[in-house]
């Protein structure tokens, strides 16, 4: 069975600090792993995603994730916060063998000036 | 880049009635679509998938009867609360597959009185 944890729920950095988002997640597969953010009352957008290819993935935004097979995770970083980063993000995990995802819990980013 | 429509993206209705909502792939066919529920300050739950030209398949715990799903075509799949109630005030997102990637559509908030 998958899963995916997101170690977090919330998450506070100051503008133009780093920022991490942790996660991690179990699959008896290869996975295709995925990270989301979600603005307030909007729909979810594509920052990255891994699917087997290179182990650092760059996203947009600035956003870049690794993977860590070894440690079955796949953390979120970005090197300079900006206020607007302040969002949800969501890991996701997709199944290989019908493309079901499953979402984690989400990460609620605060960004203080 | 790929994209995915939902109407309507705002919805308030009497408890009793019920609610059509579309979800459109623009510029591709998708064969799959997934039809998801947030609820407040929760991740997203996987409702159904929905595929063209046959039954969808519900995830445990979800009722069919009352959340009909129709994918018609391969650009269209509209997911229908019957006789809604309060509880069923939602964020209901869907999600159209491409090779092995989902797109999201912007979601639709339904509030029941």
């Known amino acids: 069975a998958q899963s995916v944890t997101q170690l977090d729920s919330h998450v506070s950095v100051s503008e133009g600090t780093p920022v991490l988002l942790r996660c991690n997640y179990s699959?008896?597969?290869?996975?295709?792993l995925f990270w989301y953010v979600q603005h307030p009352n909007k729909g979810l957008q594509l920052l990255l995603k891994?699917?087997?290819?290179?182990?650092l993935v760059k996203g947009i935004n600035g956003f870049e994730a690794e993977f860590k097979k070894s440690e079955t995770s796949f953390h979120l970083t970005k090197p300079s916060a900006h206020m607007s980063d302040a969002a949800e993000y969501f890991c996701?995990?997709?199944?290989?063998?019908?493309?079901?995802?499953?979402f984690g819990k989400g990460t609620r980013l605060h960004i203080l000036p | 880049g790929a994209v995915v429509s939902q109407h309507p993206s705002r919805v308030i209705c009497k408890s009793g009635t019920s609610v059509k909502i579309e979800c459109r792939s623009l510029?591709?066919?998708?064969?799959?679509m997934f039809w998801y529920r947030q609820f407040p300050k929760q991740s997203l739950m996987l409702m159904a998938t929905?595929?063209?030209?046959?039954?969808?398949?519900?995830e445990q715990g979800v009722e069919k009867d009352k959340f009909l799903i129709n994918h018609a075509s391969l650009t269209l799949s509209t997911l229908t609360v019957t006789s809604a109630h309060p509880e069923d005030s939602s964020f209901y997102i869907c999600?159209?597959?491409?090779?092995?990637?989902?797109?999201f559509g912007p979601g639709t908030r339904l509030t029941v009185l």
């Open positions: 999600s159209a597959q491409m090779v092995h990637e989902q797109f």
């Open positions: 929905s595929n063209e030209g046959s039954k969808a398949t519900y």
């Open positions: 510029d591709f066919q998708a064969t799959t």
């Open positions: 699959s008896s597969y290869s996975p295709s």
């Open positions: 996701v995990v997709s199944d290989p063998r019908d493309d079901k995802i499953i």
């Open positions: 891994y699917t087997s290819a290179a182990t």
